[in-house]
């Protein structure tokens, strides 16, 4: 059990360095899905020997809403955008695979100096954790189009998952399903955002929006 | 009995290519050539007289016999699976690794020495090349060295196993052989990081630096590198799939066969694969990095 956990774990790492390394977007929303499955796994390997309703459906809930609404509202943010490729990010997927190494041997550091964090978790869980936010953040300043921003926030909510994960065996259902609501409506809002950025201006390049006056 | 690797390194270590070619021969629907032809391009080559520009100077001259013999002493510190090295010494990981380097130094010097614009053009990339695959063959070994606390190539395959894989941070295994099998691909200029079956001078990054090498010296170079892709698969095989029957024939056995295999995966992979373009390589060697740091910090978290 507890292998299957690393296991899982580590997926999450690579899913984390696969986005990086990704410029077609319709991949990445399917990498970013993957790892919300990965997430709403974990807490139900994690405690395979007591077992309760709750934590099924949590589980299922969160995986519902993360591999598969999510990556459909996003997919369907995509379909209607001529673009289907991140083109000029403003740091470029080898230099971004490059931080990425350099953001897990930070995470693994500062995991290793939170010693109170995380005791009998999955032994990596806080340094992913920690991984997964700044992964996360980075997507969100490094990237052009708003399409990737909004992965890179939902990685940083994958993150933030995580070290919860880690943190506290079982967090209250209402604090879990706050949460949960919270995320899908800021997915939604962004998803219908992003749809009508993308018919006002025929793209999604952040950057570009700067450049607005009327 | 306890250094029968090298032997059999310095013996079968052209019957890779021969196998190589011969599953790409079958993807492709064509019969290929005989399984033994490298031993007789050897033969052929060994027989020829070279020919030496008289611009170049003693470094062209020395690059083959170099490269060729840093190799065969490369492979001198390489285990087979549970078959012991010929020499084996707490640290000789990194000796290991420098071996190799001192053989693509002095390629890359003979290229240079020659003068010509496309033999400079190659060893740039190939300088280049083995920027990117010196750090991930490092840092993967030194994730392997953390989890068995073993520093000499011998213990380490020794102390690698399936059970080893079972255990906490054996995922890590599997992802130092994966960046291994990368890197092993990247130094021996195999698709895709390389085409050896080019034929553009242009396009060449490995080939394009022995063109001017002819007869024994130009066998030398293909002898070399038949032992360097013996090696480097060694190295994967042995963290992959070490073989430990307890007998040291069965292992021998065990350990060529392993080796076979991994030259059929890599004709399989040359077929189906295309040639990644250049500027596309330091990504994916990026990649092979991550995985061998992640192996690390898995090890790291698991004392």
Known sequence: ?214 | MTALHLPLALAGAPLLKGVINRTKAFYAGRTGQPVLQPYHDLARLLRKGAVYSKTTTWLFRAGPVVSLASTMAAIALLPLGAVPALVSFRGDIVLFAYFLGLGRFFTICAALDTGSAFEGMGASREAWFSALTEPVLLLGLAAMVKLTGELSLTDLAASLGPQAMLEPGGAAILLVAASLAATALAENSRIPFDDPATHLELTMVHEVMVLDHSGPDFGFIEYASSLKLWALGSLVMGVLLPVKTGSQGFDLLAGGSSLAALAVGVGVVESVMARLRLTRVSHYLAGAAAFSVLALMIVQGNP
């Open chain 1, 1 to 214: 059990m507890n292998l299957l956990a690393d296991v899982l774990v580590i997926l999450v790492v690579l899913t984390n360095l696969r986005v990086l390394g990704l410029s077609r977007l319709s991949p990445c929303i399917r990498t970013v899905a993957f790892q919300g499955a990965l997430l709403g796994l974990l807490p139900v390997l994690a405690h395979l020997d007591d077992m309760t309703t709750r934590l099924a459906l949590q589980a299922a809930a969160s995986t519902v809403i993360k591999a598969a609404i999510f990556p459909w509202l996003l997919g369907r943010a995509l379909r209607g955008t001529g673009s289907q490729r991140e083109e000029e990010p403003f740091v470029g997927l080898t230099a971004s695979l490059a931080a990425g190494v350099l953001f897990l041997a930070a995470a693994q550091w500062i995991g290793s100096r939170l010693p109170h964090v995380g005791q009998g978790a999955p032994g990596h869980m806080v340094p992913t954790a920690l991984f997964t936010m700044f992964v996360g953040l980075f997507m969100i300043v490094s990237r052009r189009l708003a399409l990737t921003q909004v992965l890179g926030y939902l990685i940083m909510e994958n993150g933030i998952t995580t070290f919860g994960l880690a943190f506290a065996e079982k967090q209250p259902l209402l604090v879990e399903l706050g949460i949960l609501l919270d995320v899908f409506m800021a997915v939604f809002v962004m998803g219908i955002t992003l749809f009508h950025l993308n018919r006002e201006f025929d793209h999604l390049d952040a950057a570009r929006m700067t450049e607005l006056r009327d």
